[in-house]
Protein backbone atom coordinates (compact mmCIF):
# COMPACT_ATOMS: atom_id res chain seq x y z
CA UNK A 1 0.00 0.00 0.00
CA UNK A 2 2.89 2.09 0.80
CA UNK A 3 4.55 1.78 -2.37
CA UNK A 4 1.34 2.25 -4.31
CA UNK A 5 0.40 5.82 -2.31
CA UNK A 6 4.53 7.05 -3.57
CA UNK A 7 4.25 5.71 -6.95
CA UNK A 8 1.03 7.65 -7.07
CA UNK A 9 2.64 10.76 -5.22
CA UNK A 10 5.04 10.48 -8.07
CA UNK A 11 2.29 10.13 -11.27
CA UNK A 12 0.43 12.94 -10.29
CA UNK A 13 2.60 16.01 -11.25
CA UNK A 14 3.65 14.37 -14.22
CA UNK A 15 -0.21 13.85 -15.25
CA UNK A 16 -0.33 17.63 -14.51
CA UNK A 17 2.07 18.30 -16.35
CA UNK A 18 0.79 16.74 -19.37
CA UNK A 19 -2.66 17.82 -19.23
CA UNK A 20 -1.03 21.36 -19.23
CA UNK A 21 0.85 20.76 -22.14
CA UNK A 22 -2.72 19.61 -23.89
CA UNK A 23 -4.45 22.95 -22.78
CA UNK A 24 -1.29 25.08 -23.76
CA UNK A 25 -1.47 23.28 -27.21
CA UNK A 26 -4.93 23.90 -27.61
CA UNK A 27 -4.59 27.69 -26.82
CA UNK A 28 -2.34 27.68 -29.61
CA UNK A 29 -4.91 26.59 -32.32
CA UNK A 30 -7.09 28.46 -31.06
CA UNK A 31 -4.84 31.63 -31.58
CA UNK A 32 -3.83 30.31 -35.01
CA UNK A 33 -7.32 29.69 -36.02
CA UNK A 34 -8.88 33.30 -34.65
CA UNK A 35 -6.50 35.10 -37.48
CA UNK A 36 -7.82 32.56 -39.84
CA UNK A 37 -11.88 33.88 -38.59
CA UNK A 38 -11.46 37.11 -39.33
CA UNK A 39 -9.97 36.94 -42.42
CA UNK A 40 -12.93 34.57 -43.18
CA UNK A 41 -15.13 37.56 -41.82
CA UNK A 42 -13.58 39.85 -43.81
CA UNK A 43 -14.79 38.35 -47.31
CA UNK A 44 -18.18 38.78 -46.13
CA UNK A 45 -19.32 35.26 -44.65
CA UNK A 46 -21.62 35.56 -41.83
CA UNK A 47 -20.44 34.36 -38.13
CA UNK A 48 -23.18 31.78 -38.48
CA UNK A 49 -21.80 30.23 -41.93
CA UNK A 50 -18.67 29.72 -40.39
CA UNK A 51 -19.80 27.98 -37.08
CA UNK A 52 -22.68 25.74 -39.02
CA UNK A 53 -19.81 24.52 -40.83
CA UNK A 54 -17.26 23.87 -38.23
CA UNK A 55 -19.58 22.48 -35.83
CA UNK A 56 -21.28 20.09 -38.98
CA UNK A 57 -17.49 18.95 -40.35
CA UNK A 58 -15.93 18.46 -37.61
CA UNK A 59 -19.02 16.44 -35.65
CA UNK A 60 -19.57 14.45 -38.72
CA UNK A 61 -15.53 13.45 -38.86
CA UNK A 62 -15.42 12.34 -35.11
CA UNK A 63 -18.87 10.11 -35.73
CA UNK A 64 -16.93 8.34 -38.71
CA UNK A 65 -14.23 7.72 -36.88
CA UNK A 66 -15.89 6.60 -33.70
CA UNK A 67 -18.48 4.61 -35.89
CA UNK A 68 -15.27 2.47 -37.89
CA UNK A 69 -13.01 2.63 -34.86
CA UNK A 70 -14.60 2.39 -31.41
CA UNK A 71 -18.50 2.22 -31.83
CA UNK A 72 -19.18 1.64 -28.68
CA UNK A 73 -17.91 5.01 -27.36
CA UNK A 74 -21.11 5.96 -28.98
CA UNK A 75 -23.20 4.72 -25.90
CA UNK A 76 -24.43 7.01 -22.99
CA UNK A 77 -26.83 6.58 -20.12
CA UNK A 78 -30.16 8.09 -20.62
CA UNK A 79 -30.01 10.02 -18.02
CA UNK A 80 -27.02 11.98 -18.94
CA UNK A 81 -28.70 12.68 -22.14
CA UNK A 82 -30.00 16.64 -21.02
CA UNK A 83 -26.06 16.95 -20.35
CA UNK A 84 -24.86 16.17 -23.57
CA UNK A 85 -27.34 18.42 -25.14
CA UNK A 86 -26.77 21.24 -23.18
CA UNK A 87 -22.76 20.61 -23.78
CA UNK A 88 -23.68 20.65 -27.11
CA UNK A 89 -25.75 23.58 -27.09
CA UNK A 90 -24.71 26.35 -24.59
CA UNK A 91 -21.17 24.91 -24.01
CA UNK A 92 -20.35 24.45 -27.62
CA UNK A 93 -22.65 25.94 -30.28
CA UNK A 94 -22.93 29.11 -28.03
CA UNK A 95 -19.67 29.50 -27.54
CA UNK A 96 -18.51 29.20 -30.91
CA UNK A 97 -21.25 31.41 -32.34
CA UNK A 98 -20.84 34.65 -28.98
CA UNK A 99 -16.91 34.28 -29.88
CA UNK A 100 -17.21 34.82 -33.57
CA UNK A 101 -19.86 37.42 -33.43
CA UNK A 102 -17.70 39.04 -30.88
CA UNK A 103 -14.44 39.50 -32.90
CA UNK A 104 -16.73 40.42 -35.96
CA UNK A 105 -17.76 43.29 -34.24
CA UNK A 106 -15.12 44.72 -31.83
CA UNK A 107 -11.21 44.31 -31.58
CA UNK A 108 -10.22 40.63 -31.39
CA UNK A 109 -8.15 42.01 -28.51
CA UNK A 110 -10.68 43.11 -26.68
CA UNK A 111 -12.82 40.10 -27.61
CA UNK A 112 -9.87 37.65 -26.36
CA UNK A 113 -10.20 39.46 -23.37
CA UNK A 114 -13.67 39.12 -22.44
CA UNK A 115 -13.75 35.60 -23.31
CA UNK A 116 -10.65 35.30 -20.69
CA UNK A 117 -13.03 36.08 -18.22
CA UNK A 118 -14.50 32.56 -17.98
CA UNK A 119 -11.84 31.34 -14.88
CA UNK A 120 -13.57 33.94 -12.97
CA UNK A 121 -17.19 32.53 -13.60
CA UNK A 122 -15.66 29.26 -13.02
CA UNK A 123 -14.11 29.80 -9.96
CA UNK A 124 -17.72 31.88 -8.03
CA UNK A 125 -19.36 28.45 -9.49
CA UNK A 126 -16.93 26.32 -7.44
CA UNK A 127 -16.54 29.03 -4.50
CA UNK A 128 -20.46 28.97 -4.37
CA UNK A 129 -21.31 25.57 -5.35
CA UNK A 130 -18.52 23.28 -5.78
CA UNK A 131 -17.68 20.49 -3.34
CA UNK A 132 -13.93 21.63 -3.45
CA UNK A 133 -13.59 25.39 -2.80
CA UNK A 134 -11.39 26.81 -4.57
CA UNK A 135 -7.87 28.13 -3.01
CA UNK A 136 -6.21 31.51 -2.13
CA UNK A 137 -3.41 30.11 -4.47
CA UNK A 138 -5.79 29.89 -7.09
CA UNK A 139 -7.61 33.23 -6.79
CA UNK A 140 -4.20 34.97 -7.01
CA UNK A 141 -3.61 33.06 -9.88
CA UNK A 142 -6.49 34.19 -11.29
CA UNK A 143 -5.98 37.87 -10.96
CA UNK A 144 -2.93 37.57 -12.44
CA UNK A 145 -4.24 36.11 -15.33
CA UNK A 146 -6.62 38.61 -16.01
CA UNK A 147 -4.37 41.74 -15.50
CA UNK A 148 -1.62 39.92 -17.56
CA UNK A 149 -4.25 39.05 -20.20
CA UNK A 150 -5.56 42.87 -20.17
CA UNK A 151 -1.79 43.89 -21.51
CA UNK A 152 -0.93 41.18 -23.29
CA UNK A 153 -4.09 40.99 -26.19
CA UNK A 154 -3.57 44.95 -26.40
CA UNK A 155 -6.52 45.82 -24.88
CA UNK A 156 -5.14 48.50 -22.92
CA UNK A 157 -4.60 50.10 -26.52
CA UNK A 158 -7.98 50.24 -27.37
CA UNK A 159 -10.82 53.10 -26.58
CA UNK A 160 -13.06 51.59 -24.79
CA UNK A 161 -15.39 54.51 -25.25
CA UNK A 162 -15.79 53.30 -28.62
CA UNK A 163 -16.59 49.80 -28.83
CA UNK A 164 -19.94 48.27 -29.88
CA UNK A 165 -22.24 46.66 -26.82
CA UNK A 166 -23.58 43.91 -28.89
CA UNK A 167 -19.82 42.81 -29.28
CA UNK A 168 -18.88 43.13 -25.94
CA UNK A 169 -22.20 40.91 -25.02
CA UNK A 170 -20.87 38.81 -27.39
CA UNK A 171 -17.63 38.45 -25.42
CA UNK A 172 -19.18 37.96 -22.30
CA UNK A 173 -21.71 34.86 -23.59
CA UNK A 174 -18.07 33.28 -25.01
CA UNK A 175 -17.04 33.68 -21.40
CA UNK A 176 -19.96 32.08 -19.64
CA UNK A 177 -19.95 29.15 -22.17
CA UNK A 178 -16.40 28.48 -21.90
CA UNK A 179 -17.01 28.49 -18.30
CA UNK A 180 -20.16 26.04 -18.65
CA UNK A 181 -18.18 23.95 -21.12
CA UNK A 182 -15.64 23.44 -19.14
CA UNK A 183 -17.23 22.51 -15.67
CA UNK A 184 -19.70 20.47 -17.69
CA UNK A 185 -16.86 18.69 -19.59
CA UNK A 186 -15.23 18.37 -16.41
CA UNK A 187 -18.43 16.25 -14.72
CA UNK A 188 -19.03 14.47 -17.65
CA UNK A 189 -15.31 12.93 -18.46
CA UNK A 190 -15.36 11.19 -14.56
CA UNK A 191 -18.10 8.51 -16.62
CA UNK A 192 -17.19 8.45 -20.15
CA UNK A 193 -14.06 8.20 -22.21
CA UNK A 194 -13.59 12.07 -23.52
CA UNK A 195 -14.15 11.19 -27.18
CA UNK A 196 -17.45 10.32 -26.20
CA UNK A 197 -17.84 14.05 -24.48
CA UNK A 198 -16.23 15.80 -27.52
CA UNK A 199 -18.78 13.61 -29.73
CA UNK A 200 -21.74 14.92 -28.48
CA UNK A 201 -20.56 17.85 -28.16
CA UNK A 202 -19.50 18.42 -31.50
CA UNK A 203 -23.18 16.41 -32.66
CA UNK A 204 -25.70 18.08 -30.37
CA UNK A 205 -23.85 21.22 -31.99
CA UNK A 206 -23.92 21.05 -35.78
CA UNK A 207 -27.88 19.68 -34.79
CA UNK A 208 -28.40 22.91 -33.32
CA UNK A 209 -26.84 25.56 -36.07
CA UNK A 210 -28.58 22.97 -38.86
CA UNK A 211 -31.90 23.81 -37.04
CA UNK A 212 -31.36 27.32 -36.31
CA UNK A 213 -29.68 28.09 -40.11
CA UNK A 214 -31.37 26.33 -43.24
CA UNK A 215 -29.86 22.64 -43.37
CA UNK A 216 -25.91 23.14 -44.60
CA UNK A 217 -26.26 26.38 -46.18
CA UNK A 218 -22.52 26.78 -45.70
CA UNK A 219 -22.05 23.94 -48.15
CA UNK A 220 -22.78 27.15 -51.13
CA UNK A 221 -20.47 29.62 -49.50
CA UNK A 222 -17.56 26.35 -50.24
CA UNK A 223 -17.82 27.31 -53.70
CA UNK A 224 -15.50 30.45 -53.14
CA UNK A 225 -11.90 28.28 -52.81
CA UNK A 226 -10.47 30.82 -49.94
CA UNK A 227 -13.54 29.95 -47.83
CA UNK A 228 -13.12 26.91 -48.38
CA UNK A 229 -9.36 26.66 -47.48
CA UNK A 230 -9.99 29.06 -44.44
CA UNK A 231 -12.98 26.92 -43.20
CA UNK A 232 -11.39 23.84 -43.14
CA UNK A 233 -8.74 25.20 -41.44
CA UNK A 234 -11.00 26.55 -38.70
CA UNK A 235 -12.47 22.74 -38.58
CA UNK A 236 -9.63 20.91 -37.62
CA UNK A 237 -7.05 23.50 -36.12
CA UNK A 238 -9.78 25.65 -34.49
CA UNK A 239 -12.92 23.14 -33.91
CA UNK A 240 -11.58 19.51 -33.87
CA UNK A 241 -7.74 19.15 -32.74
CA UNK A 242 -8.11 22.07 -29.80
CA UNK A 243 -11.67 21.34 -28.12
CA UNK A 244 -10.19 17.42 -28.38
CA UNK A 245 -7.39 18.79 -26.26
CA UNK A 246 -8.60 20.87 -24.07
CA UNK A 247 -11.26 17.76 -23.27
CA UNK A 248 -8.25 15.26 -22.64
CA UNK A 249 -6.44 17.82 -20.38
CA UNK A 250 -9.36 18.04 -17.98
CA UNK A 251 -9.34 14.70 -17.35
CA UNK A 252 -5.96 15.54 -15.69
CA UNK A 253 -6.13 19.30 -14.20
CA UNK A 254 -9.64 20.85 -12.88
CA UNK A 255 -11.81 23.27 -14.83
CA UNK A 256 -10.10 26.29 -13.23
CA UNK A 257 -6.70 25.42 -13.50
CA UNK A 258 -7.70 24.12 -17.44
CA UNK A 259 -9.45 27.76 -18.29
CA UNK A 260 -6.49 29.88 -16.21
CA UNK A 261 -3.90 27.99 -18.73
CA UNK A 262 -5.99 28.70 -22.05
CA UNK A 263 -5.63 32.33 -21.62
CA UNK A 264 -2.31 31.89 -23.21
CA UNK A 265 -4.19 31.89 -26.09
CA UNK A 266 -3.29 35.78 -27.00
CA UNK A 267 0.03 35.16 -25.98
CA UNK A 268 0.50 32.25 -28.91
CA UNK A 269 -1.46 35.40 -31.11
CA UNK A 270 1.09 37.65 -30.49
CA UNK A 271 3.93 35.12 -31.29
CA UNK A 272 1.97 34.39 -34.29
CA UNK A 273 1.70 38.42 -35.43
CA UNK A 274 5.47 38.66 -35.23
CA UNK A 275 6.68 35.52 -36.85
CA UNK A 276 4.40 36.27 -39.93
CA UNK A 277 3.86 39.95 -40.07
CA UNK A 278 6.54 41.04 -38.15
CA UNK A 279 4.59 42.78 -35.64
CA UNK A 280 6.72 43.18 -32.08
CA UNK A 281 5.40 42.98 -29.09
CA UNK A 282 5.23 46.02 -26.96
CA UNK A 283 6.67 46.20 -23.38
CA UNK A 284 3.57 46.02 -21.39
CA UNK A 285 2.32 43.11 -23.96
CA UNK A 286 5.99 41.08 -22.40
CA UNK A 287 5.09 41.64 -19.08
CA UNK A 288 1.46 40.64 -19.25
CA UNK A 289 2.38 37.63 -20.74
CA UNK A 290 4.99 36.81 -17.92
CA UNK A 291 2.23 37.60 -15.95
CA UNK A 292 0.26 34.75 -17.32
CA UNK A 293 3.07 32.53 -17.95
CA UNK A 294 4.00 32.77 -14.06
CA UNK A 295 0.59 32.40 -12.98
CA UNK A 296 0.29 29.02 -14.83
CA UNK A 297 3.96 28.03 -13.74
CA UNK A 298 2.77 28.41 -10.06
CA UNK A 299 -0.50 26.82 -10.41
CA UNK A 300 1.12 24.03 -12.43
CA UNK A 301 3.51 23.38 -9.74
CA UNK A 302 1.52 24.19 -6.58
CA UNK A 303 -2.07 24.36 -7.24
Request: aromatic letters at 12%.
Amino acid sequence: MKDQNIAKSQTEPISKIVGTLFILSAALCWALSGTAAKHIFLMGISPTVLVQMRATVAGSLVALWVGINSPNLFKFRLKDLPCFILLGLVGMALLQYTYLYAISRIHVAVAILIQYMAPVFIFLWCLVFGDKKPTVLTSLTILGTVIGCYFVSGASEVDISQLDLWGIAGGLGAAISFAYYSLTAEGLVERYDPRTVILYALLFSSITWNLVESPFAFVYACANPSFLFWGLFVVLVGTLIPFSLYTLGITRVSSVNASITATTEPIFAGIISWCFIGEALSFPQMAGAALVLASIAVLTAKG
